[in-house]
């Protein structure tokens, strides 16, 4: 079992800056990828931004060059937030997903509020 615990969401006016941070405890040592997901209003939750245990990383293309996804050790994974815009505001949410017995297990944070203000 993974548990997920994130910090660092809150209010901020567009252009400026944020850092999320997702804590896990649990069988980290599973955990084979560290993601962040976000989903605003009437929206569906979509992908950030990921990062392997190997160091691979993803983004989404709508936030390429400002956001920055890191790892600060086995169990805690950040994402920097920069030159945030109005349509960033969302609930953010991090991801782990392990390997299982039967396959992936994927276990979410409860969510951090992230408000951009124009």
């Known amino acids: 079992q993974v548990q997920l615990v994130e910090s660092g969401g809150g209010l901020v006016q567009a252009g400026g800056s944020l850092r999320l941070s997702c804590s896990a405890s649990?069988?980290?040592?599973?955990?084979?990828?560290m993601g962040w997901y976000r989903q605003a209003p009437g929206k569906q939750r979509e992908l950030v931004a990921t990062?392997?245990?190997?160091?691979?990383i993803t983004y989404a293309d709508s936030v390429k060059d400002r956001f920055t996804i890191s790892r600060d050790n086995a169990n805690t994974w950040n994402l920097q937030m920069n030159s945030l815009k109005s349509d960033d505001t969302a609930v953010y949410y991090c991801?782990?997903?392990?390997?299982?017995?039967?396959?992936?297990?994927?276990?979410w944070g409860q969510g951090t509020l992230v408000t951009v203000s124009s």
């Open positions: 991801k782990a997903r392990r390997l299982g017995t039967w396959g992936p297990v994927d276990t």
């Open positions: 649990g069988s980290i040592f599973s955990i084979n990828t």
């Open positions: 990062i392997t245990s190997g160091g691979t």
